[in-house]
T-cell receptor
Framework: DSGVTQTPKHLITATGQRVTLRCSPR?????VYWYQQSLDQGLQFLIQ???????AKGNILERFSAQQFPDLHSELNLSSLELGDSALYFC????????????FGPGTRLTVL | GQQVMQIPQYQHVQEGEDFTTYCNSS?????IQWYKQRPGGHPVFLIQ?????EVKKQKRLTFQFGEAKKNSSLHITATQTTDVGTYFC?????????????FGKGTLLTVNP
């Protein structure tokens, strides 16, 4: 158990819909990262927040947005969903004792029908 | 931007054979990290190498960091079915509060019992 929690575990929705994925980092970690993992693309970095502020952006679509709240939990919002958005979405946290080691949550499997 | 490449993409071995995966970065790294993802699981931190030429061992796993700090390898001696999974290397970002990691695409190891 990494100490990072993600909800929900599974999400099935239709094209055009909007969903919100939630992540709670390990206690004491200030950074939260979001990744998308599909079969052919590996781990694609989406975005990083540090103590409530956006710090780095990767290959995140404009239809996707994220935020980190004062209690350090984070949400990833995916809108106007397309079939190709079906993937595993991982959240990771860091910033504790080993600052750049990342601890991954169990992931949310999103299926867009 | 920074690129991290891993070879091979796939490796199938008979149980008891050795396995090696190689990681190369386009830039010099302050450290390199290795993660393992079991099928259906999430990436789990294995180890971090920091010093040029560093070698670390974890039971049957041997990790090396190149002298130029741009390449690394993971060697597994006498593979077991429990070694099955995808092995990722990752290099950190520019430091400060940006602990973004750039992941390689991973090497999927399958072991025939």
């Amino acid at each position: 158990d990494s100490g990072v929690t993600q909800t929900p575990k599974h999400l099935i929705t239709a094209t055009g819909q909007r969903v919100t994925l939630r992540c709670s980092p390990r206690s004491g970690d200030l950074s939260v990262y979001w990744y998308q993992q599909s079969l052919d693309q590996g781990l694609q970095f989406l975005i990083q927040y540090y103590n409530g502020e956006e710090r780095a952006k990767g290959n995140i679509l404009e239809r996707f947005s994220a935020q980190q709240f004062p209690d350090l939990h984070s949400e990833l919002n995916l809108s106007s969903l397309e079939l190709g958005d079906s993937a595993l979405y991982f959240c990771a946290s860091s910033g504790g004792l080993h600052r750049d080691t990342q601890y991954f949550g169990p992931g949310t499997r999103l299926t867009v029908l | 931007g920074q690129q991290v490449m891993q070879i091979p993409q796939y490796q199938h071995v008979q149980e008891g054979e050795d396995f090696t995966t190689y990681c190369n970065s386009s830039t010099t790294l302050s450290n390199i990290q290795w993660y393992k993802q079991r099928p259906g699981g999430h990436p789990v931190f294995l180890i971090q190498l920091v010093k040029s030429g560093e070698v670390k061992k974890q039971k049957r796993l041997t990790f090396q960091f190149g002298e130029a700090k741009k390449n690394s390898s993971l060697h597994i001696t006498a593979t077991q079915t429990t070694d099955v999974g995808t092995y990722f290397c990752a290099g950190p970002g520019s430091g400060g509060s940006n602990y973004k990691l750039t992941f390689g695409k991973g090497t999927l190891l399958t072991v025939n019992p």
